[in-house]
């Protein structure tokens, strides 16, 4: 979804408050309104300060009621079948609280239209992540895409990138992504992403570890969200080749096909 061509200094400011704690906007008016009825020597000075104290008291509740509703909207999700059903609005919004909830800072860069280049921005301890989400629910996300994202990181220095579907890749894409500081997340490993997060307000859990394997570009398990590991089939139809299997085995018996890749 692109970004909005003119932000206005209310915006600025919106989108940076946005990014902290809930307390943060009505922490700073209160300390506007002190000082200004501390240091400013006539009423009529303290009207702008007043003012700048409103707006920011205002940001404050229009901050903690977008993100509740995002909360709302994650915890709602019950399947990957509901997920798909999304908006893609929505669809941004549940992924940036998914990682929300993995202690990332998310950026929700704003605009029109359902479709663009990088939706979301997450930092966390010095990282800066470009995510493109993609509610396809009847295409695989082809190569195009994900070489889109590898562009747009490269120009803005970004030090790793998520695409997020409910669908597939191609083989291209995966290809492609291999080796790059770029992991794919399918509708599988979606699905466990939001579950971790279910219940929790950015607490640590499996998909945590999935979501740092951004570097090595593992996959994630579609059972437990936990990083998986290559592994080759000893026994049955299948002896001798490869395929992934959870890290977390025997307690979690999550697999995926030898040839999918990252997410």
Request: net charge positive.
């Amino acid at each position: 979804m692109p970004r909005k061509s003119k932000e206005t200094l209310f915006d600025l400011m919106f989108d940076l408050l946005s990014r902290g704690p809930l307390w943060l906007p009505f922490l700073l008016a209160a300390i506007v309104y002190g000082i200004s009825k501390a240091l400013a020597p006539s009423s009529l000075l303290h009207f702008p300060a007043y003012w700048f104290s409103f707006l920011l008291a205002f940001s404050g509740i229009v901050i903690t009621i977008q993100r509740f509703a995002r909360r709302r909207l994650l915890d709602a999700q019950s399947s990957l079948e509901s997920i798909r059903q999304l908006s893609w609005s929505d669809f941004e919004r549940l992924v940036g609280e998914a990682y929300r909830r993995q202690g990332y800072q998310v950026e929700e860069r704003g605009g029109s239209g359902a479709d663009g280049g990088v939706d979301l921005v997450l930092r966390r301890s010095g990282e800066k992540v470009f995510v493109q989400c993609k509610r396809w629910r009847n295409r695989t996300v082809g190569v195009s895409v994900v070489r889109e994202l590898y562009g747009a990181m490269a120009a803005e220095g970004a030090t790793a990138g998520i695409v997020a579907t409910v669908g597939r890749y191609t083989a291209d894409a995966m290809e492609f992504a291999r080796g790059k500081h770029l992991t794919l997340v399918d509708g599988e490993a979606l699905l466990a992403l939001v579950r971790s997060g279910q219940g929790s307000a950015a607490s640590a859990s499996p998909v945590t570890t999935a979501a740092e394997a951004l570097a090595t570009n593992t996959a994630a398990c579609p059972a437990c969200g936990a990083e998986m590991v290559r592994r080759t089939a000893r026994r049955g139809a299948n002896a001798g080749g490869e395929f992934w299997g959870c890290s977390q085995y025997p307690r979690c018996r999550g697999t995926r096909n030898g040839g999918e890749q990252a997410g």
